[in-house]
Structures are given as C-alpha cells and as structure tokens.
C-alpha cells in the first residue's frame, strides 16, 4: 500500500491570520538498488526562501538516462548513490513560495528539470516527485502552453542546443540518425535553419512518426549511401552508439561537422575516415538555461511540435507499467505519466 501523504496545516499570525500548507513529505518514485524501482513516501527539506513548491501534473521518462541510472553506471559517473529518485521532465502548478519570490509565481504552471528537495534520498535529478521544490529561476512558466506538450521541453531544449552548437546553415545536408524524441527534436530544429534535413533509424514506427524529414531511409530496409539525396555537411548522432556512427562517416563531405548529441562511455572510431576527410567532431551535453525559453516560444509558435511524440500515457499507479514501456517498447516514443 502507498504510504500516505503528509500535510500539516498551520495558521500563521502576521498581523491577520493567514492559513498556509506546509508539505513535510511526498509520494516518489524512487530507485533503491540497481534495476528496482518502489512507490514511497521520501521527506522533503523546507523551502527555502527563494524556492517554488510545486505540485506535479506530469512527468515523463528520459530512457537513455534513467536506463543508465538503474543499471547503475551512474553511481560512479555523476556521483549519484542509491537510494534516488529519478527524473528531470516535470510540470505542475506551483502551490507554495517562499518570502523572496517575487510576485507573479504562486498558482502558475511550470515547467522543472529536476530537483533536490529532498532528504534521505539523491536527486538524480528528482523530478519523479508528486511535490517538488526548486528555485524561482529555475521555474518555467508555459504562459498558455499545453501542459502535457510541456513535458517534452527537456528533450526538445536538449535537442535545440546541440544544434545551435554545431550551426546547420540554409540548404546544407543534415543527416539525423535515430528518431527518437532527441533526434526529431534535432530534425525539426535543424529545419528552422533551412537545411535539407535526412532522417534514419532502423525502427519503421518511430520514423512514421517523424515531421521534419525531407527525406526518410529505413535503416532496416535500405541502405544510408542508397537512400541520401547528397553526400552530408552536417551529421547528428542521436543514438550514442558508436558503431552506428562509424558507418555513417563515409558518406560525409570533406570538413563536414559531427554532433555528438548522446552519451557515449567511450569514444572509438575508426580514424582513417575522419582524418581523410577533417572532419570536425562537437559533443553537446543539455541544455543551458537560455534554451528553455527559446523552446517554450518555438512551442507556441507552433514551430516544434511534440504532441505527436507521446506514444503510451499511464497513470501514475502504472509506474511500472510506464518504465517498461519506455525501456524496453522499441515503439514508444515517449510515456506521458499523470499525476
């Protein structure tokens, strides 16, 4: 059974009597050991005085990164000890604020990459969370967006930063490989530049779904020197397997440019083709503070889309459910849970 949520009513007296809630503890999801995931209640720590408290709409599942996470790569890598809570795509209304947060906040929604509110637990990044707290800066308002579109902002933000990195110009070739929710973010936001945009992937299903391709080559089907309209300038990997990158270098244009847009514990390419050609190799880590912004305007603008991506929807009960979908489901795009 689901422990039960704390709250504490308290009545404060500052000059009139004021009725706030004080929220001592919350349901998350939390990873105990490698590959175990539980439904508890985890204390939160106080708000702090420039700090949103936030009552959760949505969440969804990074699975590259909460992949690592459960098997454990991360204990080592990011420092992040069981047990943890994982998870950085979350939006809800912010319910509670703190002395210094400026007006304008309170009952907003918003979007949060993550949070470290909590005791007991890591934060790895702690989005998971029906309640979680974060500072006001780093709260986003979607000013009229679609809540459940909002979920994809991580991703999508991630996606428009590798991509303003490695700068595709009007009418250049970019090759995206993988059609996963980074890759079609990075497909749509190299189209806005104006580049002839070749998308690949060896899953049928996700390249059905893919809006910005000029044109799409079913890895499974046929091959990438078959189905290219010209050799590529630009080449983004959204896989972050080395293998796949490897067999793609071929196909570049002397001095073309490679967007390492996964995460990759080891870098080993055959050098003979990169050196022949120069090629120029940029990786692209997340995204930074000013691309969320910049992704919630190109949403209402209606110049990304990501309705389109969610694949499966789940009850929060179903967490389970929801991991396997995301995990292991070739299919699924993206799981949209709610709370």
């Avoid at 912004?293 to 209402?300: D, E, K, M, N, R």
Wanted: net charge negative; hydrophobic share 45%.
């Amino acid at each position: 059974m689901l422990l039960r949520l704390l709250i504490v009513l308290q009545v404060l007296s500052k000059g009139k009597n004021d009725l706030q809630m004080v929220i001592e503890a919350t349901e998350a999801i939390v990873v105990p050991q490698p590959y175990e995931l539980t439904f508890q209640s985890v204390k939160l720590r106080p708000l702090g005085r420039e700090e949103v408290l936030v009552k959760t709409r949505y969440t969804s599942i990074s699975a590259g990164t909460e992949r690592m996470l459960l098997a454990g790569q991360l204990v080592e890598m990011a420092g992040l000890p069981f047990p943890c809570i994982p998870g950085y795509e979350t939006v809800g209304e912010i319910i509670e604020v703190g002395p210094e947060v400026p007006e304008g906040f309170l009952g907003e929604l918003v979007f949060i990459g993550g949070s470290y509110g909590y005791e007991g637990v890591t934060s790895a990044w702690g989005g998971q969370s029906r309640y979680i707290s974060a500072d006001y800066h780093k709260a986003f308002r979607l000013d009229g967006l679609n809540p459940a579109e909002a979920v994809a902002i991580a991703p999508a933000a991630t996606a428009w930063h590798g991509v303003e990195l490695i700068a595709p110009q009007a009418g250049e070739v970019v090759l995206v490989l993988g059609q996963g929710p980074i890759g079609q973010f990075a497909a749509q936001s190299a189209k806005l530049r104006g580049a002839t945009v070749v998308v690949a992937d060896v899953v049928p299903a996700r390249l059905e779904r893919a809006t910005a391709g000029d044109y799409k080559i079913d890895l499974s089907r046929q091959s990438l020197k078959d189905g290219l309209p010209a050799k590529i300038d630009v080449f983004i990997d959204a896989t972050g397997k080395m293998a796949a990158i490897n067999a793609c270098l071929m196909q570049m244009q002397t001095r073309g440019r490679v967007l390492l847009l996964g995460f990759y514990q080891r870098i080993e390419l055959d050098f003979a083709i990169p050196f022949i050609k120069e090629l120029s190799f940029r990786p692209s880590r997340e995204w930074a503070a000013e691309d969320i912004p910049a992704v919630i305007q190109a949403f209402q603008a209606h110049r990304l889309q990501a309705t389109h991506l969610f694949t499966h929807r789940f009850p929060i009960s179903e967490y389970q459910a929801s991991y396997k979908a995301a995990l292991e489901n070739p299919d699924c795009l993206k799981v949209l849970m709610e709370w």
